[in-house]
């Protein structure tokens, strides 16, 4: 969508007319008067993930260990149902998505899974702009393999220390690397990869490549399948809503169907096989493999509601209504905050944009606070960029326009300066 003339709070509101999606607004928990731009670190809850919450509550409460099997959503195959409504979301066929564990303990397991050292290929790479635990994993799994990380990981470099030019990742790519791990949607600057474009790059090298979607699911549709993708995670808690530390996800292509986990555990099994309490596994076909431990059920049910808006809604349309909302923001930034020492670090096509605006200012932190006193929930990333991110199932143009109306008035009136220029604890 393009927004041409000056614009106005009658444009907002005219857009919010126009929102096929605005009805899913009431879906949510939402304080009058406050502007919510933090879904893409911590989704709000919306009255259906309450209500599948409460019914595995209230399954546990009437049949107690029979919940597993005779509750109304039966406990034994919920992580299986769940992969199964996820994979409309990737791009995947059901057998290639499980909910299970956390991205990071998800990433441990198909690292130990896919990365397998041979002959000269013993690289791992990724980029200096990832998410710290992802290097984390990448680290532990090398040592584990008897590697060192200073000799093993090889990052890609950013030429502006916000984004990565896709380019330089392909150079990377070279006879010693045994497995590419990086993010689908960059968490610092929200620019979006061209995953196929890499994968395919990958491919022809004979290295296998795996992606961390945690800033892109829920926030724009994915081709897992197509574009061949080896193996993806994510969590489910930022655009999916499913709630504070929720139940992550993972993705395992249908080539590696059958493939032995490298991480083995209670629920990697065969489900008619589990309980013969048999000390050799046979594991599952499909991406059930790859689960370790039981099922956190509690922080799982939730997402039984959330995915249930997203069938509703389509991910291309919730697509579409994101880049029109964060289209709309970047417009409003350049007309309402030129020369306040703004500069947006996001990539401005839509094609290589995520779901979030990130803003870059020497005195993000102490900015972020101010707009926090201002009823507007921000996320800040260390050292300098403001992340702003208007979701579609519930943020509306209204809530665009006044989040930028206060970030104006807290600059021109000087209000940040009563704030220290650190970050919190939990930033």
Request: proline share 4%; with cysteine; hydrophobic share 35%.
């Amino acid at each position: 969508m393009t927004h041409s003339g000056k614009l106005t709070w009658e444009h907002a509101q005219e857009l919010d007319q126009k929102d096929r999606l605005a009805h899913f607004r009431d879906e949510f928990y939402i304080k009058d008067g406050h502007y919510y731009m933090d879904g893409n670190s911590l989704g709000l809850l919306s009255k259906r993930a309450e209500a599948s919450l409460l019914t595995s509550l209230n399954d546990w409460k009437e049949h107690g260990i029979d919940g597993w099997m005779d509750g109304q959503e039966p406990w034994f195959y919920f992580s299986e149902k769940l992969g199964e409504m996820t994979a409309p979301l990737v791009g995947a066929r059901k057998e290639e998505v499980i909910v299970t564990g956390s991205i990071t303990t998800n990433l441990h397991q198909l690292l130990a899974t896919f990365y397998q050292p041979k002959g000269n290929r013993t690289k791992i790479l990724a980029d200096e702009l990832t998410f710290p635990s992802d290097i984390y994993a990448i680290q532990s799994q090398l040592e584990l393999k008897g590697y060192s990380p200073d000799e093993h990981l090889i990052q890609v470099k950013s030429r502006d220390g916000y984004t990565l030019e896709e380019e330089d990742i392909i150079s990377c790519m070279t006879d010693d690397i045994a497995l590419i791990l990086l993010p689908s949607v960059l968490y610092r600057s929200g620019q979006l990869l061209d995953m196929k474009r890499l994968t395919g790059e990958a491919h022809k090298r004979g290295i296998v490549i795996g992606f961390d979607l945690a800033h892109s699911i829920g926030a724009l549709p994915h081709q897992l399948h197509d574009d061949g993708v080896d193996f993806a995670v994510w969590c489910n808690y930022k655009y999916l809503n499913s709630g504070p530390g929720g139940v992550g996800g993972l993705f395992v292509h249908q080539k590696h169907a059958g493939t032995k986990p490298g991480l083995s555990g209670w629920f990697s099994s065969r489900k008619d096989k589990q309980f013969d309490m048999d000390h050799t596994l046979t594991h599952e076909e499909s991406a059930g493999a790859f689960q370790i431990g039981t099922p956190h059920i509690l922080s799982s049910a939730p997402l039984l509601g959330s995915l249930e808006l997203f069938k509703e809604a389509g991910i291309e349309r919730l697509r579409q209504k994101s880049l029109s909302l964060t289209k709309f923001m970047i417009d409003l930034i350049h007309q309402e905050l030129s020369g306040h020492g703004f500069s947006i670090c996001n990539p401005l096509q839509d094609e290589k944009r995520g779901g979030h605006i990130s803003l870059k200012h020497d005195e993000a932190a102490r900015i972020c606070k101010a707009l926090k006193e201002n009823s507007v929930t921000p996320d800040f990333r260390s050292p300098n960029v403001i992340r702003l991110a208007p979701v579609a199932l519930y943020s509306s143009y209204k809530d665009v326009w006044e989040t930028v109306q206060i970030l104006k008035s807290i600059m021109e009136n000087e209000e940040y300066k009563q704030f220290e220029n650190t970050r919190n604890v939990v930033a």
